[in-house]
């Protein structure tokens, strides 16, 4: 369709590059002059494709067949149900007018909502002082459960943004259950597009919620088994909860653990060995001997998600493990492809050791500790620290700069600090999940592909095939496809 609507706006010359990416009408007007950049489309056609982009917005869309209530059936999903309730509720009701709670209930919904959605969940039901969400429908993703708990940090945070009238921060308390529901149609007195969840996992959530304490999020035992490694958390014991046939082991979610890949995460420690990826390791590790003589490499692992690519790189790591290379890790996250340098602020934050809890001094001790281990330029430190929003304490003078110059200097300096490294021992740059990328980090990443060809290092990078590709011209560069496996 789309390559149809390009040719009578004398652009079909795009259509593979726009097929290739996946975009089709639907998407085509919410893309930006970034995103045609990347594609490769020159200046002008840039221009001519956002105005007639634009235009196809303003064209009214078909009609919409709305289905009858009748016609929804009910469907056996695996959903994740997360409940919040305002802490206090009753009390503040007694003390604050009607009209003033109600202002007061309807902006602790609007902050509930907004984390809900920030992390593509939907709000099924708000029960007087509670909101009940799901995640896995009505669309399902690849980590609902962790879609789930990073919901409820940033729910905890926007509520505890608000203020109740004696000044206090109001407080929320969270449970997320896992498991085999029934959806179906709300045939009771909720909104129309309200559906019916039935199965334990509502049931378990909301008593989840009851046992948990103000400003903390409980998870049940098969949403803990779900989340692996990602977040670190509190063993509970075990509790029997009415309407739930069996005890259930209760957890408290402590934080999110940084530095790991999503692989790591994920699994356990007990990998089964590699089969059929001969071809891919003799390649990658070729490149690393190309590396380690001083003619940077990068090789480029595409393929289908679960296919196996983030295994090969762990086996390349075990590989070379024994030489004792530096080896820097950059996680991109479906949560945070629009927050700029994110995973260069999750392995900054990893490697130095940062704590949550920890007060600003001890966090620039622990940047400045790292930083001068790396080598870093002193007059550099400030840039870093603003991009883990530490503050210096005055013992750095702060260049005032423009936020693209500062992007500018920043990238500069990572770029400058990986080439420095590469020096004392040959450096391997994992980066996971590249078509989850931020425009910073890709920015940050073209540079030092760029810079690497005459260092010690190797970049290794994974992503799916609709990412496109843009240094694929350059000679030190190697794509490496990841095919599925015969069934032999």
């Given at each position: 369709?789309?390559?149809?609507?390009?040719?009578?706006?004398?652009?079909?010359?795009?259509?593979?590059?726009l097929e290739?990416?996946?975009?089709?009408?639907?998407?085509?007007p919410?893309?930006?002059?970034?995103?045609?950049?990347?594609?490769?489309?020159p200046?002008?056609?840039?221009?001519?494709?956002?105005?007639?982009?634009?235009?196809?917005?303003?064209?009214?869309?078909?009609?919409?067949?709305?289905p009858?209530?009748?016609?929804?059936?009910?469907?056996r999903?695996?959903?994740?149900?997360m409940?919040?309730?305002?802490v206090?509720?009753?009390?503040?009701?007694?003390?604050m007018?009607?009209?003033?709670?109600?202002?007061?209930?309807?902006?602790?919904?609007?902050?509930?909502?907004?984390?809900?959605?920030?992390?593509?969940?939907?709000?099924?039901?708000?029960?007087?002082d509670?909101?009940?969400?799901?995640?896995?429908?009505?669309?399902?993703?690849?980590?609902?459960?962790?879609?789930?708990?990073?919901?409820a940090?940033?729910?905890?945070?926007r509520?505890?943004?608000?203020?109740?009238?004696?000044?206090?921060?109001?407080?929320?308390?969270?449970?997320?259950?896992?498991?085999?529901?029934?959806?179906?149609?709300?045939?009771?007195?909720?909104?129309?597009?309200e559906?019916?969840v039935?199965?334990?996992?509502?049931?378990?959530?909301?008593r989840?919620?009851?046992?948990?304490?103000?400003?903390?999020?409980?998870?049940?035992?098969?949403?803990?088994?779900?989340?692996?490694?990602?977040?670190e958390?509190?063993?509970?014991?075990?509790?029997?909860?009415?309407?739930?046939?069996?005890?259930?082991?209760?957890?408290?979610?402590?934080?999110?653990?940084?530095?790991?890949?999503?692989?790591?995460?994920?699994?356990?420690?007990?990998?089964?060995?590699?089969?059929?990826?001969?071809?891919?390791?003799?390649?990658?590790?070729?490149?690393?001997?190309?590396?380690?003589?001083?003619?940077?490499s990068?090789?480029?692992?595409?393929?289908?998600?679960?296919?196996?690519?983030?295994?090969?790189?762990?086996?390349?790591?075990?590989?070379?493990?024994?030489?004792q290379?530096?080896?820097?890790?950059?996680?991109?996250?479906?949560?945070?492809?629009?927050?700029?340098?994110?995973?260069?602020?999750?392995?900054?934050?990893?490697?130095?050791?940062?704590?949550?809890?920890?007060?600003?001094?001890?966090?620039?001790?622990?940047?400045?500790?790292?930083?001068?281990?790396?080598?870093?330029?002193?007059?550099e430190?400030?840039?870093?620290?603003?991009?883990?929003?530490?503050?210096?304490?005055?013992?750095?003078?702060?260049?005032?700069?423009?936020?693209?110059?500062?992007?500018?200097?920043?990238?500069?300096?990572?770029?400058?600090?990986?080439?420095?490294?590469?020096?004392?021992?040959?450096?391997?740059?994992?980066?996971?999940?590249?078509?989850?990328?931020?425009?910073?980090?890709?920015?940050?990443?073209?540079?030092?592909?760029?810079?690497?060809q005459?260092?010690?290092?190797?970049?290794?990078?994974?992503?799916?095939?609709?990412?496109?590709?843009?240094?694929?011209?350059?000679?030190?560069?190697?794509?490496?496809?990841?095919?599925?496996?015969?069934?032999?």
């Open positions: 369709m789309i390559a149809e609507w390009l040719k009578t706006h004398g652009l079909s010359a795009y259509a593979a590059a290739t990416a996946a975009i089709d009408l639907d998407v085509l919410d893309l930006t002059d970034a995103d045609l950049q990347q594609l490769g489309i200046l002008g056609d840039r221009k001519r494709l956002l105005r007639a982009a634009r235009q196809l917005r303003d064209e009214p869309p078909p009609p919409e067949i709305v009858s209530p009748q016609a929804r059936e009910a469907e999903r695996h959903l994740t149900v409940f919040c309730d305002l206090g509720s009753s009390g503040l009701a007694a003390q007018d009607p009209e003033d709670f109600t202002r007061l209930l309807g902006e602790f919904y609007d902050a509930s909502r907004l984390g809900i959605e920030a992390f593509d969940g939907k709000v099924g039901k708000l029960l007087g509670g909101v009940m969400a799901y995640f896995g429908y009505p669309i399902a993703h690849e980590g609902d459960a962790e879609r789930a708990v990073n919901a940090a940033d729910v905890l945070t509520v505890a943004a608000l203020r109740a009238p004696d000044g206090e921060a109001l407080q929320i308390r969270i449970g997320i259950a896992t498991g085999l529901v029934v959806v179906g149609e709300d045939r009771g007195e909720g909104r129309p597009d559906a019916q039935l199965g334990d996992a509502p049931n378990l959530a909301a989840l919620q009851q046992l948990a304490e103000p400003g903390s999020v409980l998870v049940a035992d098969a949403t803990r088994r779900l989340l692996g490694a990602i977040f958390c509190e063993d509970r014991g075990l509790h029997s909860f009415k309407g739930i046939p069996q005890s259930v082991r209760v957890w408290r979610v402590v934080k999110r653990r940084e530095g790991l890949s999503r692989f790591e995460a994920t699994r356990s420690r007990q990998l089964s060995r590699l089969i059929g990826r001969t071809e891919e390791m003799r390649t990658l590790l070729d490149l690393w001997e190309r590396a380690k003589g001083g003619q940077g990068v090789g480029l692992l595409c393929g289908e998600a679960g296919i196996g690519k983030s295994r090969i790189s762990v086996a390349v790591t075990e590989a070379i493990e024994a030489e290379p530096i080896v820097i890790r950059y996680q991109c996250s479906p949560h945070h492809a629009n927050t700029p340098f994110f995973p260069v602020i999750s392995e900054l934050t990893a490697a130095a050791g940062i704590e949550e809890g920890d007060a600003a001094d001890t966090r620039l001790d622990k940047l400045e500790t790292l930083l001068d281990t790396a080598g870093t330029k002193r007059e430190v400030p840039l870093f620290a603003a991009l883990l929003s530490i503050p210096t304490s005055g013992r750095y003078t702060m260049i005032d700069l423009t936020p693209q110059r500062r992007k500018e200097r920043t990238i500069a300096a990572l770029v400058a600090g990986l080439v420095a490294r590469s020096r004392s021992r040959p450096v391997l740059v994992l980066f996971e999940d590249l078509h989850w990328v931020d425009a910073s980090t890709l920015e940050a990443l073209s540079r030092a592909i760029d810079a690497i005459d260092s010690r290092a190797m970049i290794l990078a994974t992503f799916r095939p609709e990412f496109f590709v843009p240094w694929l011209d350059n000679s030190h560069v190697s794509m490496v496809r990841v095919n599925r496996l015969p069934r032999e």
